[in-house]
Structure formats: C-alpha cells, structure tokens
C-alpha cells in the first residue's frame, strides 16, 4: 500500500520579521525554529522527495536518506505577489488574496502558469511511487490539493491516498 505524506518545509522568517510572500523564485534557507520544526518530523519512508529550493532540501535531509528532488514539488509563481507582505497584497488585490486564503482559488493573471498544470505534475509523480513516501514542498501546492482546507502550518504535514484525496490535514508532528 502507498502512503504519501507531503510535509510543509519549516519556517524561513525569525520571530519579529515580517513575513513576504514567498515562491519559486524566492529561496530562503530555515531559520533555527525552522530546523527545529523539521527534526520533528519522525516518519519511516521508503522514499524521501524534496523540491529544489533550500527550504525545502534542509526539510527533506532530516530523513537521512537520499533525497530525491522532483519539480512536481516546486512552490508556485506568485508573480507580483512575490516579496510582498500580506497588507501589500490585500491593499492591491483584496478579493483575489481572500479567495486565495479562504478557499485556495487560484487567481488566474496573477500566478504564474495555472492550477491544472501543478496537479498534473503531482499526479504523474504519485503514479511512479511505491511504499510509504514522504514529499517535502511548500504552502501553495499544499493549497492546490486542499483548496477548501486551512492553509497548512510551517512544520505540518498532510496524508493523502493514492489518488490524492485528503486523508490527513494540517498535522502538527
């Protein structure tokens, strides 16, 4: 039986920044909190996968095992949402960021590519798995297999069954 557990990379921001929109083309490295949250995660996996920005690869190394890094993992292209702050998105564009938090509806013209181009991507990947495998990506894809979820929490992880139905949400090792 295939277990897929995709893990939220851990925090980037230190306690008293503020926080930008982060994406593809912003490669933060976590912070010490964020270390912290990724040695939490206790997962036996057949495999490990990360996606190939920092965030995600120092999340991925906790496993110990190669890590495999596959672009279905990648973080979205916010376009011009990337390096700003919440209150600059909302001031700009208050109801596509609502829908976006609220609902996880892909605002089209402002994200780079489209959601239907993600998903096939991870449906590919989850055809060649096998055995329990952990993914290590990051709050957008995150929000694409769960739009009508909470976004999911630096450090958290979410389980999900062979046809990328949510088994598990939002889960805090």
Request: glycine content about 10%.
């Amino acid at each position: 039986m295939k277990r897929l557990i995709l893990v939220r990379h851990g925090n980037t921001f230190e306690e008293g920044m503020t926080p930008i929109q982060v994406g593809c083309r912003t490669d933060l490295p976590l912070t010490s909190y964020g270390q912290a949250q990724a040695k939490a995660l206790l997962f036996h996996a057949d495999s490990v996968y990360s996606g190939p920005l920092k965030r995600h690869k120092e999340t991925a190394l906790v496993f110990g095992k190669n890590v495999i890094i596959e672009p279905a993992l990648n973080e979205i292209d916010y376009g011009p949402w990337e390096g700003l702050t919440a209150d600059e998105i909302k001031a700009k564009w208050p109801q596509e960021y609502e829908a976006w938090n609220a609902q996880g509806k892909w605002p089209h013209g402002i994200f780079v590519g489209t959601p239907e181009k993600h998903l096939e991507m991870l449906k590919n990947w989850v055809k060649t798995l096998s055995g329990t495998v952990v993914g290590v990506t990051s709050g957008g894809i995150l929000r694409l297999l769960g739009p009508n979820q909470p976004k999911v929490n630096t450090g958290h992880y979410c389980e999900f069954d062979l046809n990328l139905n949510v088994l598990r949400w939002n889960v805090k090792p």
